[in-house]
């Protein structure tokens, strides 16, 4: 998500940015979101492809607990 999408969706504080929040799970109204960089980020900045991989692996994790408890 982008500062704008991170707005809409979650309406964190003014001083809360992406990188604040990133990896963080939030929830708003009982709907959890996950903040991660673009995908596009790791195609501009090599360093973050890990960073990207990390976070794939924290949403799966974070998805399976959701699942679990449907």
Same mark, same amino acid.
């Given at each position: 998500?982008?500062?704008?999408? &991170?707005?809409?969706?979650?309406? +964190?504080? =003014?001083? =809360?940015?992406?990188?604040?929040?990133?990896?963080? +799970?939030? #929830?708003?109204?009982s709907v959890t979101y996950l903040p991660m960089?673009? +995908?596009?980020?790791?195609?501009?900045?090599?360093?973050?492809? @890990?960073?990207? #991989?990390? =976070?794939? @692996?924290?949403? @799966? &994790?974070?998805?399976?607990k959701i699942d679990t408890h449907l």
């Amino acid at each position: 998500m982008g500062n704008s999408a &991170i707005r809409a969706l979650v309406n +964190p504080s =003014d001083s =809360d940015s992406v990188t604040s929040l990133h990896g963080m +799970p939030l #929830e708003v109204e009982s709907v959890t979101y996950l903040p991660m960089y673009h +995908p596009a980020a790791a195609l501009y900045t090599a360093s973050l492809r @890990k960073v990207m #991989e990390e =976070d794939f @692996k924290r949403l @799966k &994790i974070l998805l399976n607990k959701i699942d679990t408890h449907l």
